[in-house]
């Protein structure tokens, strides 16, 4: 740290990403990346926009709203987009939290919530999952602030019904809820239809997982008009263009390829309830997903040390390390043949 840095990030702890080492060729299953290449389509479009990129990039983002609108039954001026859906949660935290109103959300969950809140000073009301891990709403509807919850969760996969989500925009009537469903497309329910029914709930999505764009960073939030009008006064304050230009044409494609998202989506659903099925037929642990990730652990074989074990041969999963996860490993889902290697290779360990 220099001399420099403020004093009011002394405590910030930065978001740690998923490895993405570059020193040999790895099965790559600790980002949740999609295993497969983006639409064909999304590819040829970026390749004909190149030579506009002497132009600044549209700052409303207009055509990629657009898409987004007409897939999901909304009015344009209901869409936001940004630079990965990490942007939009971060403007959620500037646009709605401040001193008096703080930031609820579980204690297993996406680790960006927290160092959002410590980035901008908003205070966190942490409130524990189930025992089963399952959400605790009761515990989420006595909190004081806006509440955010990632559905299916993030690191458990769990969905949690769309009545408990109502239950809870009904509950916090004068807050915001922020529901983000990175990886609902993979078995969950979107809370679409709630968003055109309240005005304090905020749906925040990205193209990363089921749209195979993690490296395009393109994401966005659904949402009652005047709440897309505050997020947008933030991002006008602070990255007029966050979208460059070949990601808006790779957004609108990919929006529009429904049959290659669909395809790509039910392969990754496949290769989840296999490797389910056979980590469990080992003896593992396996928490029911709904996502593009199983969280599973074994008596036989430290967390840890399993995932070092698998790193040997060449396969990255995802080791977290929190409390009351250490013992488990994050598997994200591969193509078929990578699901099958990974099997082979935990028999191979224990
Ligand atoms: N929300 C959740 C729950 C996530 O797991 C992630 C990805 N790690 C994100 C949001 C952010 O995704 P991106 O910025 O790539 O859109």
């Given at each position: 740290?220099?001399?420099?840095?403020?004093?009011?990030?002394?405590?910030?702890?930065?978001?740690?990403?998923?490895?993405?080492?570059?020193?040999?060729?790895?099965?790559?299953?600790?980002?949740?990346?999609?295993?497969f290449a983006p639409s064909p389509k999304v590819v040829e479009a970026i390749q004909s926009k190149a030579?506009?990129?002497?132009?600044?990039?549209?700052?409303?983002?207009?055509?990629?709203?657009?898409?987004?609108?007409?897939?999901?039954?909304?009015?344009?001026?209901?869409?936001?987009?940004?630079?990965?859906?990490?942007?939009?949660?971060?403007?959620?935290?500037?646009?709605?939290?401040?001193?008096?109103?703080?930031?609820?959300?579980?204690?297993?969950?996406?680790?960006?919530?927290?160092?959002?809140?410590?980035?901008?000073?908003?205070?966190?009301?942490?409130?524990?999952?189930?025992?089963?891990?399952?959400?605790?709403?009761?515990?989420?509807?006595?909190?004081?602030?806006?509440?955010?919850?990632?559905?299916?969760?993030?690191?458990?996969?769990?969905?949690?019904?769309?009545?408990?989500?109502?239950?809870?925009?009904?509950?916090?009537?004068?807050?915001?809820?922020?529901?983000?469903?990175?990886?609902?497309?993979?078995?969950?329910?979107?809370?679409?239809?709630?968003?055109?029914?309240?005005?304090?709930?905020?749906?925040?999505?990205?193209?990363?997982?089921?749209r195979n764009l993690?490296g395009g960073?393109?994401?966005?939030?659904?949402?009652?008009?005047?709440?897309?009008?505050?997020?947008?006064?933030?991002?006008?304050?602070?990255?007029?263009?966050?979208?460059?230009?070949l990601p808006?044409e790779a957004?609108v494609e990919a929006?529009?390829d429904?049959?290659y998202?669909?395809?790509?989506?039910?392969?990754?659903?496949?290769?989840?309830?296999?490797?389910?099925?056979?980590?469990?037929?080992?003896?593992?642990?396996?928490?029911?997903?709904?996502?593009?990730?199983?969280?599973?652990?074994?008596?036989?074989?430290?967390?840890?040390?399993?995932?070092?074990?698998?790193?040997?041969?060449?396969?990255?999963?995802?080791?977290?390390?929190?409390?009351?996860?250490?013992?488990?490993?994050?598997?994200?889902?591969?193509?078929?043949?990578?699901?099958?290697?990974?099997?082979?290779?935990?028999?191979?360990?224990?």
């Amino acid at each position: 740290m220099s001399r420099f840095f403020s004093k009011t990030h002394d405590n910030l702890t930065p978001y740690t990403p998923g490895e993405q080492p570059r020193d040999r060729k790895y099965i790559k299953l600790n980002t949740n990346e999609s295993p497969f290449a983006p639409s064909p389509k999304v590819v040829e479009a970026i390749q004909s926009k190149a030579n506009l990129l002497n132009l600044y990039s549209d700052p409303t983002a207009l055509s990629l709203k657009q898409a987004i609108a007409n897939r999901y039954g909304v009015d344009e001026d209901m869409v936001t987009v940004s630079n990965g859906s990490d942007e939009i949660l971060a403007f959620c935290f500037m646009a709605f939290c401040d001193g008096k109103t703080p930031m609820a959300y579980f204690d297993v969950t996406y680790g960006f919530y927290k160092v959002y809140a410590e980035l901008f000073n908003i205070k966190s009301e942490v409130v524990a999952l189930k025992e089963d891990f399952t959400a605790d709403f009761d515990g989420l509807k006595k909190t004081q602030g806006n509440v955010i919850i990632a559905n299916p969760n993030a690191q458990t996969g769990i969905f949690e019904s769309l009545e408990d989500i109502e239950s809870l925009v009904r509950a916090k009537a004068d807050r915001v809820v922020i529901v983000d469903e990175a990886y609902c497309d993979f078995g969950g329910k979107s809370c679409i239809e709630l968003v055109k029914k309240y005005d304090n709930l905020i749906l925040v999505s990205t193209f990363s997982k089921s749209r195979n764009l993690a490296g395009g960073r393109i994401g966005y939030a659904i949402a009652n008009g005047k709440l897309v009008c505050d997020l947008e006064t933030v991002k006008f304050s602070f990255n007029p263009y966050n979208l460059g230009t070949l990601p808006i044409e790779a957004g609108v494609e990919a929006m529009k390829d429904v049959a290659y998202f669909e395809q790509c989506t039910k392969k990754v659903v496949e290769a989840r309830e296999y490797t389910k099925k056979e980590l469990i037929s080992l003896g593992f642990e396996v928490l029911n997903s709904s996502a593009n990730f199983l969280l599973a652990r074994t008596d036989k074989m430290q967390g840890k040390n399993l995932y070092l074990a698998l790193k040997e041969k060449g396969i990255l999963v995802r080791y977290l390390g929190d409390e009351r996860i250490k013992d488990f490993i994050r598997i994200t889902i591969g193509s078929a043949q990578e699901m099958q290697a990974f099997i082979a290779a935990v028999k191979e360990i224990l």
